[in-house]
Each structure stands twice: as C-alpha cells, then as structure tokens.
C-alpha cells in the first residue's frame, strides 16, 4: 500500500509539470497605423498620463525625428522579416508606399532581442535622422496580435536625470501585408 502511495505521488508531482522549451512567435511583419498612443509617468508623478486618440497629435521636441510629432491614426510604419521602414510620406504613381525613413538603399535593421517562452521580447533599431544624429529606438513588444501591435517604449527622461521617467505606449492597428 505505502509502494502504491509512493508511485502515485511521484506521478501526479510529475505529471502536473509544464515543459516550455521553446521561444514565442513574433509575427511582426505588415503594414501598421498607430491607432492610440498612451503617455505614462512613471517615477516622480508629476504630470498626468495622456491619451492619445483619433485626430489628436503628439508632440515632443525632445524626441528624435519621426517620433517628435505622431498624428494618431495617419502615422505608419512598415515592418518585413528584417527591416523597418517609418512615416508614410504619401504613394508614388505606381502605387509603391514612399517612406520618410527606411527606403532603399538606407534600410533600417531591427532585432528582437530577449525572446523568450514568457516574453515576446523587445524590438530594438538603429537609424539616422535628417539632421545626421544616430539614434536607436527599444519598444518592449506586450502583445502581438493577428492584426494588432502594442510597443512599450523603455522610456525617457525628458527634463534630465532627475525629473519624471516617461514611457510611451504604441497601439499599432494592421492595414496590409
């Protein structure tokens, strides 16, 4: 009888145990709108979260160009298997998208970098701006969707090292392949 209890309960203490080897899928490829935008303080509260919604712009001199100025729900970005391209500035007369950053022959790489079981990891790119500066962008990816897309930027420290910490939040909405 003690056998039995014995082999019963190595059993159900095995049995109940998840095996996750392998990393999650990110699907970031397709064409995307940012559809909402989300400011957050996070230390030193002192301004208020802000929404941004249809038809509102975001503004902060502070960022790098594209980023300085997002109008919700007219700014895209285009992502394939390994580059990125930023700010749609219109279509050309054969129907091909022209992009602000990212076109042929200045493509901008991205990683996905942390990809795990548990996380989706982050998206990290580098790239240079009008006025000639490098910069690189990390968004940590909180859920891809089939057609949707949530980027967590790592945040930013807008007036200095000890002011409030801000963290912007992207919800991209798939509009093509």
């Not at 145990?17 to 002192?46: H, P």
């Not at 007219?74 to 990125?84: A, G, N, P």
């Amino acid at each position: 009888m003690k056998k039995l209890f014995v082999i019963l309960f190595v059993f159900f203490l095995t049995s109940c145990e998840k095996f996750a080897l392998e990393k999650s899928d990110v699907t970031l490829s397709g064409k995307y709108v940012i559809s909402k935008m989300d400011i957050t303080s996070v230390d030193q509260n002192t301004n208020r979260d802000s929404l941004y919604t249809i038809g509102t712009t975001y503004l902060n001199p502070v960022l790098p160009d594209p980023f300085d100025s997002i109008e919700i729900n007219r700014f895209y970005l285009h992502m394939d298997y390994s580059t990125i391209r930023l700010n749609e500035l219109g279509v050309s007369s054969t129907g091909k998208d022209i992009w602000e950053y990212g076109m042929s022959p200045d493509e901008i790489f991205y990683r996905i970098l942390g990809n795990t079981t548990y996380s989706k990891g982050y998206l990290q790119f580098d790239y240079v701006t009008k006025d000639g500066s490098s910069r690189t962008m990390t968004f940590y990816i909180e859920d891809d969707g089939i057609e949707s897309l949530q980027l967590k930027s790592s945040g930013a420290w807008f007036k200095g090292k000890f002011g409030e910490k801000q963290v912007m939040t992207l919800y991209l909405t798939r509009v093509g392949p």
